[in-house]
């Protein structure tokens, strides 16, 4: 009777299935956010991790080993970040930024100055979501900046819960 693990990427987590049939083709929805396509993974003990490069997305002035030597130094602190404190998230932004050599301008800037006050992150990205969209630095919000750099960079949560694949 094998354990199925299915990764979801809005989590960015790992759960554990226990099915009675053996090569299932069923694949659960998510248990903490229900969404509905979770992709198989290969259990980690036996597959090797590779790093997936999408230079095509990266800004030209990226200094990719920078980021990387940042991501590493500053990985238990994003760990631990708390994302309802508009501050920390704000001051990770700009630490990665640095390191990474990246100049922040315009909306972005703004975006990060707001939730270094203390500044409700929803508020902000009703207020400048769609200039935060239309070009400016990796077409997202600071809460998504935060996300993609946590899935990009950090290994994924292991939820230690067995849950039934077959109902």
Do not use: W
């Amino acid at each position: 009777m094998p354990i199925y693990e299915f990764y979801c990427k809005d989590c960015h987590a790992i759960y554990s299935f226990f099915s009675r049939r053996v090569n299932t083709d069923r694949h659960p929805e998510c248990p903490i956010c229900s969404r509905s396509v979770l992709s198989r993974q290969v259990s980690m003990f036996s597959a090797p991790r590779s790093r997936d490069t999408e230079a095509d997305d990266l800004p030209a002035d990226l200094d990719e080993a920078a980021l990387e030597r940042a991501m590493a130094t500053m990985s238990q602190e994003l760990v631990n970040l708390d994302e309802e404190d508009p501050r920390q998230a704000a001051s990770v932004m700009r630490r990665l930024f640095d390191a990474s050599g990246l100049r922040v301008g315009g909306t972005m800037d703004e975006a990060i100055q707001r939730l270094e006050a203390g500044e409700d992150p929803g508020k902000i990205e009703t207020d400048l979501g769609e200039a935060l969209q239309d070009g400016d630095l990796f077409r997202t919000t600071p809460r998504q900046l935060i996300d993609d750099i946590r899935r990009k960079h950090l290994p994924p949560r292991v939820d230690e819960t067995l849950y039934e694949l077959d109902p």
